[in-house]
């Protein structure tokens, strides 16, 4: 079964889903269902039915050898250059002042707060680190720092980052930036 344009995707090797934007001889563009866009050959896509269930017929052209060997073969999918308007976004910012993460803290004791905090921060930069973004920002504020030597000793668990004050001019004081590599093993 043969993919076409606006046809919803799933790649073989990794968990990414989206809809074909475009295609391009044996290169096929899909825009994640998180809107990201990226490259893949053909033989990596699986097309799924209405209820996003894998539609058998996508899997008639493929062998299993075929897929055996360019798994074998290490070869990375070749993800698309962002246009020059997605290069420039933004950096992802998380705000981790309390108001910003609940409508109300009444019977939350500071532990829980700070517990609400945290977890956002994890959440959010595993989100990050799989989106494949590069640099994200925390905002925690000032205070008395408790957030912010909490905050790093969070980010000390990760192999694949690195982090420092953001910019503070930009930021002001309460800010950390924190730099993604990606080609690090977990």
Do not use: C, W
Request: net charge neutral; no cysteine.
């Amino acid at each position: 079964m043969k993919i076409k344009v606006g046809d919803t995707v799933e790649t073989i090797d990794d968990s990414i889903k989206g809809k074909v934007l475009k295609i391009n001889g044996n290169s096929i563009f899909v825009e994640s269902e998180d809107g990201f866009e990226f490259e893949f050959s053909v033989n990596e896509l699986i097309k799924l039915d209405s209820k996003g269930n894998i539609n058998l017929g996508s899997l008639a052209n493929t062998s299993i050898s075929e897929i055996t060997r360019e798994k074998e073969s290490g070869k990375k999918p070749n993800f698309h250059k962002p246009k020059s308007k997605k290069r420039h976004q933004p950096t992802f910012i998380v705000d981790l002042h309390i108001h910003h993460l609940t409508d109300s803290t009444r019977g939350m004791t500071n532990f829980d707060m700070l517990n609400l905090q945290l977890d956002t921060a994890r959440r959010q930069l595993d989100f990050a680190i799989k989106q494949r973004m590069p640099k994200m920002v925390f905002i925690h504020g000032v205070g008395e720092g408790v957030l912010r030597q909490e905050l790093y000793t969070v980010l000390r668990r990760y192999n694949n980052v690195t982090f420092y004050d953001a910019d503070y001019r930009e930021f002001g004081l309460g800010a950390t930036e924190v730099k993604i590599f990606q080609n690090v093993e977990p």
